[in-house]
């Protein structure tokens, strides 16, 4: 009986699969977009979207340089979906966004807002909340598309592994839709997306370039910064670096400090160096945020702890002992402190929008008081003092000891 | 004419896992409670909070089914309000199945279109899952029963599953401040509101007679009221943490939206098709069920044999669904779907229970 039971239960699931014959569609029907871009061009909204040829994605299938393996279609309307329908009239499939990896935003569009222009990619059940978003900075999102300076033969999955590429530089931005939805509505707490900037390169490989024409490439470095979902401005990439770690965003990425120089008697001799800069990599690193109440001012608290191994080290110290690692441990948490410090400042003074999200942690610890507080809260957070605690823990420091640019001797 | 006779006994592990389900479903699928007030972080709490309500609430049917534990509620129904008011209940109780069967089904046409099937006709999708739902309810409750204890184990799996392979998505950040932005008595008024709408109960006073062990009554309520609690806390929070407090009320399905967050590594995912999976299986559970109990209340106005209707209901909310859902959408649409359910909850689970449970005290001695 529990086997017929079993059977039944199989039928009836297999019996649901069937019925997707009605809206079946053949991948050779569908233009599968793994990026798009929303742009507004007299007042008009530009949707561009990245077409990959699944033929030619198959190894051996005829010419797979990027002109083949990807086409550009641009479609305009008054708003995403009548631009997506204005595109069926000039290209021969429809937009299939389930496998959409990115979505650019153009400047413009983000000066505006970007809420009121996304719904229906929320609405649409074809793409996925995880796509990540980038603002094209100084510029069209269709401007910054087509360029593909990496090995990656899609160009869009080019722009996919530059942002999965923050894990190891927090100096750039992954955001996803879902997550700056979730900021957007959060009251406390600014967002901010990651950006998209076309810049020229330097050439070197002379001989592969027709003269004439000039290298570009795609960088993710920095960020936007958002008044609700109006694009207020951008911070660079060591201010973003500054936001990810008070975020607990940063999962890696390096810190680089004036090393420190031990006490007198332990000086060794060195050899020539350009400079005293160490470096960190972080393994992980956790942040908390907290805020405190003195009298009528608010100060903002950050404690920051770090966990990492010495990738280089370039300085007049013997890293073998103990109280020297200690040193070491203090100059990085004081090159965390300075850079977080400053941009702190910088955000105050320049953008008074709290993009650390200390309006949260007011939230969480004084929930009534954050009721009076929440519509100027970012008035609040320009004028708040700040205080951060850094704490470094060297776990490795490599296959040698003391820097090579130090004799040991005797 | 007793139309149940012809099933045999459902075992108490049985009707746990079916009304545990039942229970469930609701939350799985559109999760109404995170839009009720205070519809912030502390909606967990007023879950928690909305079970001593709920039993509160379940209280009168519950003894009725105590004391009359060898007749459902609508033979006792009949005993203790006469033969006239008797009926009267009856078809109350019928009303309220067949809006909610009809309910069930749209909802569940509803999120075919949004996920799987948005060019289907209505009519085909409903379609399927009313044959399906027929074939179930022909072979009557305790067949019902044995094929949820095939699947619901399956079903419970993989929501445990889904949210096991969500927690990247998780921050636990969204909960806080615990009961900082509610006020106790908001949350007290949220949980009452929970509390009303645990409607299996009835499914529950309809199959007590034929239960393996009627003396575990109670215990069968106070369980799958105790799980299916527990598992809709899980489902709230899981969503808050992973959606966002405000984002998830916006969703008009937030745990579907929640399995398409999910992915293991670059490759895998599309791990919403096994919420659908899931989702499909309980969802043909319930509406079998539901159909079930509305044919045998039907049987007992009419005086024949439940079979006779399994068809006939099944092509008017056939039917009915195509004509409403052509025309509007049920979930999204704030009314009139929640008003017909709290209303039908108030008088089902509260108003007409406890006018019994008077009328019963009065009459004591005379029935």
Request: charged content about 20%; some cysteine.
């Given at each position: 009986?529990?086997?017929?039971?079993?059977?039944?239960?199989?039928?009836?699931i297999?019996?649901f699969?069937?019925?997707?014959?009605?809206?079946?569609?053949?991948?050779?029907?569908?233009g599968?977009?793994?990026l798009?871009?929303?742009?507004?061009e007299?007042?008009k909204?530009?949707?561009?979207?990245?077409?990959?040829d699944?033929?030619?994605?198959q190894p051996g299938?005829g010419?797979?340089?990027?002109?083949?393996?990807?086409?550009?279609?641009?479609?305009?309307?008054n708003?995403i979906?009548?631009?997506?329908?204005?595109?069926v009239?000039?290209f021969?499939?429809?937009?299939f966004?389930?496998?959409?990896?990115v979505?650019i935003?153009?400047?413009?569009?983000a000066?505006?807002?970007?809420v009121?222009?996304i719904?229906q990619l929320?609405r649409?059940?074809?793409?996925?909340?995880?796509?990540?978003?980038?603002?094209?900075k100084?510029?069209?999102?269709y401007?910054?598309?087509?360029i593909?300076s990496?090995?990656?033969g899609?160009?869009?999955?080019?722009i996919?592994?530059?942002?999965?590429?923050?894990?190891d530089?927090?100096?750039?931005?992954d955001?996803?839709?879902?997550?700056?939805?979730?900021?957007?509505y959060?009251?406390?707490?600014?967002t901010?997306l990651?950006?998209m900037?076309?810049k020229?390169?330097?050439?070197?490989?002379?001989?592969?370039?027709?003269e004439?024409?000039?290298?570009?490439e795609?960088?993710?470095?920095g960020?936007?910064?958002f008044?609700?979902?109006?694009l207020?401005?951008?911070l660079?990439g060591?201010?973003?670096?500054?936001?990810n770690?008070v975020m607990?965003?940063?999962r890696?990425?390096t810190i680089?400090?004036?090393?420190p120089?031990?006490?007198?008697?332990?000086?060794?001799?060195?050899g020539?160096?350009?400079?005293?800069?160490s470096?960190?990599v972080?393994i992980n690193?956790?942040?908390k945020?907290d805020v405190e109440i003195?009298?009528?001012k608010?100060?903002?608290?950050?404690?920051i702890r770090?966990?990492?191994?010495?990738?280089?080290v370039?300085?007049?110290i013997?890293?073998?002992k103990?109280e020297?690692?200690?040193k070491?441990e203090e100059?990085?948490s004081?090159?965390?402190?300075?850079?977080?410090?400053s941009?702190?400042?910088?955000v105050?003074?320049?953008?008074?929008?709290?993009?650390?999200?200390f309006?949260l942690?007011?939230n969480?610890?004084?929930p009534?008081?954050?009721?009076?507080?929440?519509d100027n809260?970012?008035?609040?957070?320009a004028?708040?003092?700040?205080?951060?605690?850094?704490?470094?823990n060297?776990?490795?420091t490599g296959?040698?000891?003391?820097?090579?640019?130090?004799k040991k001797?005797? | 004419?007793?139309?149940?006779?012809?099933?045999n006994?459902v075992?108490?592990y049985?009707?746990i896992l079916?009304?545990?389900i039942?229970?469930?479903m609701?939350?799985?699928t559109?999760?109404?409670?995170i839009?009720?007030?205070p519809a912030?972080q502390?909606?967990?709490?007023?879950?928690?909070l909305s079970i001593?309500y709920?039993i509160?609430?379940?209280?009168?049917?519950?003894?009725?089914s105590n004391?009359?534990?060898?007749?459902n509620l609508?033979?006792?129904?009949?005993i203790?309000?006469?033969?006239?008011?008797?009926?009267i209940?009856?078809?109350?109780?019928?009303?309220?199945?067949f809006?909610?069967?009809i309910?069930?089904?749209?909802v569940?046409?509803?999120?075919?279109?949004?996920?799987?099937?948005?060019?289907?006709p209505?009519?085909?999708?409903?379609?399927?899952?009313?044959?399906t739902?027929?074939?179930?309810s022909?072979q009557?409750?305790r067949n019902?029963?044995?094929?949820?204890?095939?699947?619901i184990?399956?079903?419970?799996?993989?929501?445990?599953?889904?949210?096991?392979l969500?927690?990247?998505?998780?921050?636990?950040?969204e909960?806080?401040?615990?009961?900082?932005?509610?006020?106790f008595?908001e949350i007290?008024?949220?949980?009452?509101?929970?509390?009303?709408r645990?409607l299996d109960?009835i499914?529950l006073?309809?199959i007590?007679?034929?239960l393996?062990?009627?003396?575990d009554?109670?215990?069968?309520?106070?369980?799958?009221?105790?799980?299916s609690?527990?598992l809709?806390?899980?489902?709230?929070?899981?969503i808050?943490?992973g959606?966002?407090?405000e984002?998830?009320?916006h969703?008009?399905f937030?745990f579907?939206?929640?399995?398409?967050?999910?992915?293991?590594g670059?490759?895998?995912q599309g791990?919403?098709s096994l919420?659908?999976?899931?989702?499909?299986?309980?969802?043909a559970?319930?509406?079998?069920g539901?159909?079930y109990?509305?044919?045998v209340?039907?049987?007992?106005i009419?005086?024949?044999?439940?079979?006779?209707?399994?068809?006939?209901i099944s092509?008017?909310?056939l039917?009915l669904?195509t004509?409403?859902k052509?025309n509007?959408?049920i979930l999204?649409l704030?009314e009139?779907t929640?008003?017909?359910?709290?209303?039908?909850?108030i008088?089902?689970v509260?108003?007409?229970?406890i006018?019994m449970?008077?009328v019963?005290?009065l009459?004591?001695?005379?029935?």
């Amino acid at each position: 009986m529990n086997g017929k039971l079993i059977l039944l239960n199989l039928f009836i699931i297999l019996a649901f699969f069937l019925t997707g014959c009605q809206d079946a569609r053949e991948v050779q029907e569908l233009g599968i977009t793994l990026l798009i871009g929303i742009d507004i061009e007299d007042d008009k909204l530009v949707l561009t979207g990245e077409v990959v040829d699944p033929a030619f994605t198959q190894p051996g299938k005829g010419d797979t340089s990027q002109n083949n393996i990807v086409k550009y279609v641009q479609g305009t309307g008054n708003n995403i979906y009548e631009a997506l329908r204005d595109l069926v009239l000039k290209f021969d499939r429809l937009l299939f966004g389930y496998h959409n990896k990115v979505i650019i935003i153009g400047e413009e569009v983000a000066k505006r807002g970007i809420v009121g222009y996304i719904d229906q990619l929320f609405r649409s059940r074809e793409i996925r909340e995880t796509s990540y978003m980038l603002v094209a900075k100084g510029g069209k999102a269709y401007e910054v598309m087509g360029i593909n300076s990496g090995l990656e033969g899609i160009p869009a999955m080019h722009i996919l592994k530059l942002i999965q590429n923050a894990k190891d530089n927090p100096k750039a931005v992954d955001m996803n839709m879902v997550n700056f939805l979730r900021h957007y509505y959060h009251e406390g707490h600014q967002t901010i997306l990651g950006v998209m900037e076309k810049k020229k390169k330097r050439r070197i490989n002379k001989g592969s370039q027709t003269e004439g024409t000039e290298d570009l490439e795609l960088s993710i470095l920095g960020s936007a910064i958002f008044n609700k979902d109006v694009l207020a401005g951008y911070l660079n990439g060591n201010d973003t670096k500054a936001v990810n770690y008070v975020m607990n965003n940063a999962r890696g990425g390096t810190i680089t400090f004036i090393t420190p120089l031990p006490d007198k008697g332990e000086r060794l001799e060195t050899g020539t160096g350009h400079n005293n800069l160490s470096s960190l990599v972080v393994i992980n690193n956790k942040s908390k945020n907290d805020v405190e109440i003195k009298g009528d001012k608010v100060l903002l608290k950050t404690k920051i702890r770090v966990r990492g191994f010495l990738e280089e080290v370039v300085g007049n110290i013997d890293i073998a002992k103990r109280e020297n690692l200690r040193k070491m441990e203090e100059a990085c948490s004081k090159a965390v402190e300075e850079g977080i410090k400053s941009t702190v400042r910088k955000v105050q003074r320049e953008y008074k929008l709290d993009v650390f999200g200390f309006g949260l942690a007011f939230n969480k610890k004084y929930p009534q008081e954050w009721k009076k507080v929440k519509d100027n809260w970012d008035e609040i957070f320009a004028e708040a003092d700040f205080e951060i605690e850094v704490e470094t823990n060297i776990i490795r420091t490599g296959i040698i000891n003391t820097p090579i640019t130090m004799k040991k001797g005797k | 004419m007793d139309n149940t006779k012809q099933i045999n006994r459902v075992s108490n592990y049985q009707m746990i896992l079916l009304i545990t389900i039942y229970g469930l479903m609701t939350g799985f699928t559109y999760l109404p409670a995170i839009n009720i007030p205070p519809a912030n972080q502390d909606i967990w709490i007023v879950y928690l909070l909305s079970i001593p309500y709920t039993i509160l609430y379940c209280f009168p049917l519950l003894y009725l089914s105590n004391k009359f534990n060898n007749l459902n509620l609508f033979q006792y129904g009949k005993i203790i309000m006469g033969k006239f008011f008797g009926m009267i209940v009856s078809i109350y109780y019928f009303s309220f199945l067949f809006i909610s069967l009809i309910i069930f089904v749209g909802v569940f046409i509803e999120i075919l279109d949004a996920a799987l099937f948005p060019e289907t006709p209505t009519l085909v999708t409903a379609g399927i899952i009313l044959i399906t739902c027929v074939l179930l309810s022909y072979q009557g409750f305790r067949n019902i029963a044995r094929l949820g204890e095939v699947i619901i184990p399956i079903i419970l799996v993989i929501i445990f599953l889904l949210i096991i392979l969500g927690y990247r998505n998780y921050d636990i950040d969204e909960l806080l401040p615990i009961l900082g932005d509610s006020t106790f008595k908001e949350i007290n008024l949220a949980a009452m509101n929970v509390g009303i709408r645990f409607l299996d109960v009835i499914l529950l006073t309809m199959i007590t007679p034929y239960l393996s062990k009627k003396e575990d009554l109670n215990k069968i309520f106070f369980r799958s009221l105790l799980y299916s609690t527990i598992l809709n806390t899980l489902i709230v929070v899981v969503i808050q943490m992973g959606l966002g407090v405000e984002f998830a009320k916006h969703l008009a399905f937030p745990f579907y939206t929640f399995t398409r967050l999910i992915n293991l590594g670059e490759i895998i995912q599309g791990f919403d098709s096994l919420y659908i999976i899931s989702w499909i299986m309980g969802n043909a559970l319930m509406i079998s069920g539901y159909l079930y109990f509305a044919t045998v209340a039907l049987g007992e106005i009419t005086n024949r044999k439940n079979s006779y209707f399994i068809i006939p209901i099944s092509i008017i909310v056939l039917i009915l669904v195509t004509l409403i859902k052509d025309n509007l959408p049920i979930l999204p649409l704030e009314e009139p779907t929640s008003t017909i359910i709290l209303v039908m909850s108030i008088f089902s689970v509260l108003v007409i229970p406890i006018t019994m449970l008077i009328v019963y005290l009065l009459r004591k001695n005379k029935i």
